[in-house]
């Protein structure tokens, strides 16, 4: 897959400490660290020129060095990806930065090779990112991210409510979720990180309204399939069990 003209890095950042799952980038998987099957999903898609975690605890570091993946030691002080994203910026020189979170292993191929292609689309106003059809159960939950768009496909507005309400009640009313995936240039991401925490991003605890409160454009990617993340132990043994049955139907391929 051809990646977009202009150097491509992904950057995947991972602190250790998390609230529902401390520790989750060194949970392990079929011996692999979480962290790592992230990495190998964006090397996978070979939409990136470089992969790297950007990480500040050292345990981390270790883990993904030994593994054989690139990574970087950055500030503490940090509170947010994007932020960890911008100090990397600063001494990895690449056209455009990729966001992708480190506890979505199972982010579609599909959904980072979008993203590459559609990088060219941003300019230093800009930023890019994915959303896909919500279920039912996920228009209500308010993990799961909405997003309205306008007819250009740009955000109007993102919320952890179900977003646009549907007044008459219609059964044919689309709802899109985000997937917690982002594409700068280099110089859109210094000026989204310029700025203060808005009012609205410090409401609904999402950065991304960061962007839209201050006048920034974001365009979103409409994708057929979307990742899933992990934030509890339950979802982490969903993974597990997907990368069982992953595995079984690759041994029944191999024994036809």
């Known amino acids: 897959m051809a990646a977009a003209d202009g150097k491509i890095l992904c950057v995947i950042p991972a602190r250790y400490q998390s609230v529902r799952l401390p520790g989750k980038p060194l949970k ?44 970087v030691m950055t500030s503490s002080s940090h509170q947010s990806g994007t932020d960890r994203m911008h100090e990397v910026a600063g001494f990895m020189q690449y056209e455009y930065l990729v966001n992708l979170q480190g506890d979505e292993p199972d982010t579609p191929v599909r959904m980072l090779q979008e993203v590459s292609r559609n990088l060219q689309k941003l300019d230093n106003n800009s930023l890019l990112t994915c959303v896909s059809n919500a279920t039912i159960i996920e228009k209500n939950d308010p993990d799961v991210v909405k997003a309205v768009l306008n007819c250009r496909n740009e955000a109007l507005y993102f919320s952890r409510a179900p977003i646009p309400f549907a007044r008459d009640d219609t059964d044919n009313n689309v709802v899109y979720k985000h997937s917690g995936i982002y594409g700068f240039t280099c110089e859109g991401l210094e000026r989204f990180c310029s700025f203060p925490g808005g009012r609205l991003e410090h409401c609904e605890k999402l950065e991304q309204l960061r962007a839209l409160e201050f006048g920034m454009n974001i365009i979103c990617c409409v994708c057929d399939s979307s990742s899933r993340g992990i934030d509890t132990a339950e979802d982490l043994e969903a993974f597990r069990a997907r990368v069982e049955s992953r595995v079984m139907v690759a041994k029944r391929e191999n024994t036809k």
Request: aromatic fraction near 10%; charge should be positive; glycine fraction near 10%.
């Open 28 to 71: 392990k998987v079929k011996g692999i660290p979480l962290v790592m099957w992230t990495y190998s999903r964006a090397c996978e898609s070979q939409a990136f020129t470089g992969v790297v975690v950007a990480t500040d605890d050292q345990r981390i570091y270790d883990s993904v060095k030994s593994s054989g993946g690139n990574v």
